[in-house]
């Protein structure tokens, strides 16, 4: 992302990530061994709330670096503000 501050806020988006990957790929294996439901709707439920804060996480850093920022424009301050409500309305289907 171009507008992450520095290269640790990036590795931290990154490691999340990875997490949501690891989570996925315990949810597929789970599903392939055809766990009880109960194992299956925890997993499914733990990588939907690890997605839905990266995006938390994401959606805040727009706001703050193309909405917010001290010295931005009206125009690209409407254009940050414009991509946020595609992705919350792409969020919220």
């Known amino acids: 992302m171009a507008h992450i501050a520095s290269p640790e806020e990036n590795e931290a ?38 997605m839905n804060g990266l ?14 920022k001290p010295g931005l424009s009206d125009k690209a301050r409407k254009h940050g503000a414009e991509e946020i409500m595609q992705a919350i309305k792409r969020y919220a289907k």
């Open 13 to 50: 988006l990154l490691k999340r990530v990875r997490r949501i990957a690891g989570q996925i790929s315990a949810l597929e294996r789970a599903i392939d061994a055809q766990a009880e439901c109960s194992d299956i709707l925890h997993l499914a439920a733990a990588a939907r709330g690890a």
């Open 55 to 68: 995006l938390d996480e994401v959606l805040e850093a727009h706001l703050r670096e193309h909405v917010a």
